[in-house]
């Protein structure tokens, strides 16, 4: 309103200048009427409210983020907030819903809720949602940036993540108190503040190095990588939100930053990986801004290769022809996955999944249940502006987005590009970066590639996976005898002495698993074995619980005077109840055997059974944090007389290095394989 009453004023005198108050508004001016210049007319500019929370912050340096740098820069509309979090921005009219809104959160800011800001963070709200500016905004803004997705898209996909059932785009502090989802996503937005305040020290060597685009990594570009991080682990900070032994504690400091520190013991999130992804990503959006068109032409990337000598490897490539690279009616090309080893001398290939054992697989498409066969065309989108190319893997078994950078390696040595993979954190099909090449790089000499090398980084999202099991007998799950599953400590002694009596079979109905796994151990005395002593705790529950899934490594202690009886490794545990009720363990594991022992409750949910065409799946509500930190939810599937361990994959967001086929022929013919050809 005040802009357009500006306007109005200034129109008028330029009308009154120009005679327009005569009767004759189309008249000629005479030779003698003096004439004036338009005065050019700066629109008003219009006031834009904001709230910065986690809770209501004091003193947060807000403003129009109008060259995406993650800072607040001389030019750019920026306002303090008040003590209840309100700051106005004065933005024009042309740039408002532009520019994503950022809050610098510094030491000298003031939360309402949790006291003096004791470790600077920034925030951000995507630029068609500025009123709020919150942790959850935050990671909002940045799945739409990672993905294309529209705020309103990402925001329904984080909240699925997290389970949290209030806006994100929502004030929720004044409704907390009494309004469950509000007081949800108000724990959530602390674990997610407490996290990227306690990740600072593993990230902290990450600024001012150089990444590999050559960009020097900023404070801002740290917290979009810590960001990431967290979206990819959503699932186990929105169990912790809502955990009441999180939520109730005596001590709530006490307990975000040990849900935290949970978080962050996979040790996964460090300076190192901060520079990577970031290369990555840098290089692939510079790519996507000079993405040239080109004849369909055959192309392949090597993702993986481990080699010990020409009888014994394993390579995992993704390939196509250049009718496969031809755009067909729907702007879509096609393209496949090859693994192929040798072991012994016997050489095998196959599609899908990591090992030849598990290449039959089977998943839901939406309509029936598939493998991926070798040869099998997946497809995606031709690239976008952006460089986004979005993807549709193996008949619905995975859909994603990713952007690719390739970089010219002709010339260089075979070692030093070896090296280079070797030191990029992560892995790909299961086999570390780490791994990658001749366990002798001898082997390599002082070769170098040859002219149209290329090292190829990928950052992809995964969006949506399909139910899946591997129909092997090894996942078939085990039914326990009545006998053993009963528990207790003489029924079990005299279950396993008793020579006649078979323990387990397979099991047939998700009834007779609901049926004997009520979480009743068998109760042993203190044992010892070649590993150690049990301790006096001795406790059996594979007998009466089923495996959601193990944390390896989570335990940074074994329990004192067992010795090695014990791993480091965790499993999680499941046991029906009255109704369809389940209770959940956090379990020791047995080194001998790696079953689960000493196992304690850590909270209770419920299942659900649903069917899938010729299938009854079994799925899990309410699952510990601890299962967050999983890279997929369990599921129980009852198919063709039989129940098998199943599974769906969580979406993530992943960095990863390749060499194109020029560069992967080149490395394989060193190695005295036979170079691969796209068919």
């Known amino acids: 309103l005040a802009a357009s009453a500006a306007l109005s004023i200034a129109v008028a005198a330029v009308l009154s200048a120009c005679g327009g108050g005569s009767s004759s508004g189309d008249a000629a001016p005479s030779s003698s009427t003096p004439t004036s210049t338009p005065v050019a007319v700066t629109p008003a500019p219009k006031s834009v409210p904001v709230k910065v929370i986690d809770g209501a912050i004091k003193n947060a340096l807000v403003c129009l983020d109008k060259n ?10 920026s306002a303090r907030t008040d003590a209840a979090g309100n700051a106005a921005l004065s933005i024009l ?64 996909f984080l909240k699925a993540q997290s389970g949290i059932d209030a806006s994100m785009f929502a004030d929720y502090t004044t409704a907390a108190a009494s309004d469950t989802a509000a007081g949800n996503a108000k724990a959530l937005a602390r674990l997610i503040v407490v996290s990227s305040q306690e990740a600072q020290p593993s990230v902290r060597a990450a600024v001012g190095q150089k990444d590999a685009s050559g960009a020097t990594v900023t404070q801002a570009d740290a917290d979009k990588v810590v960001a990431q991080y967290l979206i990819d682990l959503l699932s186990y900070l929105g169990a912790a939100a809502v955990d009441p032994a999180v939520r109730g504690a005596a001590d709530p400091v006490a307990a975000f930053k040990a849900v935290v520190a949970d978080l962050l013991a996979d ?13 990555v990503q840098r290089l692939a959006a510079a790519e996507a801004a000079t993405q040239t068109t080109a004849a369909p032409a055959a192309s392949a990337a090597l993702r993986m290769l481990t080699f010990k000598d020409v009888s014994n490897y394993y390579a995992y490539t993704t390939a196509a022809t250049a009718t496969d690279n031809t755009p067909d009616a729907n702007n879509r090309v096609r393209y496949y996955v090859q693994h192929f080893d040798s072991v012994g001398g016997v050489k095998r290939q196959w599609n899908a999944f990591a090992s030849y054992e598990s290449r039959f697989g089977l998943h839901w498409s939406g309509s029936a249940w598939v493998d991926c066969p070798l040869g099998y065309r997946s497809s995606q989108t031709v690239r976008d502006a952006a460089g986004n190319a979005s993807y549709d893997y193996c008949n619905n078994r995975e ?33 570390s970066y780490s791994q990658f090449g001749p366990s002798d790089m001898s082997l390599l000499g002082t070769a170098t590639f040859p002219v ?39 029924a079990c002694k005299q279950a396993s002495a008793d020579a ?12 007779s698993l609901i049926a004997a796994n009520r979480g009743t151990p068998c109760i042993y005395g203190a044992s010892t074995d070649a590993n150690g002593s049990s301790g006096t705790r001795n406790e059996y529950w594979n007998n009466s619980t089923l495996s959601i899934g193990s944390l390896y490594n989570y335990f940074p202690t074994l329990p004192a005077g067992t010795s090695f009886f014990y791993t480091n490794n965790a499993r999680l545990q499941v046991s029906f109840g009255a109704g369809n009720a389940v209770t959940y363990y956090l379990c020791q594991e047995r080194r001998s055997n790696g ?14 059974i649903t069917q899938l065409g010729d299938a009854r799946v079994m799925s899990f509500t309410n699952p510990p944090s601890l299962a967050g930190k999983l890279t997929y939810n369990r599921l129980l599937i009852e198919r063709g007389g039989k129940v098998y361990y199943g599974y ?15 560069a992967g022929n080149a490395l394989l013919t060193k190695l005295g394989l036979e170079a691969f050809v796209p068919q």
């Open 68 to 77: 995406a740098n993650g800072a607040c820069d001389d030019g750019e509309p």
């Open 93 to 156: 009219e042309a740039d408002v819903g532009k520019y994503p809104v950022l809050a610098l959160v510094g030491t000298d800011a003031v939360d309402a809720d949790y006291g003096p800001v004791t470790t600077a963070f920034s925030m951000i709200a995507p630029a068609d949602k500025p009123a709020v500016v919150s942790p959850l905004t935050t990671l909002v803004h940045l799945h739409a940036q990672n993905t294309g997705m529209s705020s309103v898209d990402a925001e329904a």
């Open 267 to 279: 040790g996964d999130l460090t300076d190192k990986a901060v520079v990577a992804k970031l290369g």
């Open 399 to 431: 859909h994603g987005i990713g952007k690719r950078a390739s970089v010219d390696i002709a010339g260089r040595t075979l070692v030093s590009v070896v090296n280079e993979i070797r030191a990029f954190p992560g892995s790909d099909s299961g086999v």
């Open 452 to 490: 149209g090398a290329k090292l190829l980084y990928y950052t992809t999202t995964t969006t949506a996976t399909a139910p899946s099991y591997d129909p092997q007998s090894s996942s078939i799950v085990s039914l326990i005898s009545a006998e053993v599953a009963a528990g207790g400590d003489a």
């Open 500 to 511: 006649t009596l078979s323990w387990m079979s397979q099991s047939k109905t998700l009834e």
């Open 595 to 608: 079953n689960s022992r000493n196992c304690n409750s850590i909270g209770t949910g419920s299942y659900a």
């Open 648 to 662: 769906v994959n969580k979406p993530a967001t992943y960095e990863g290095v390749r060499l194109n086929l020029d």
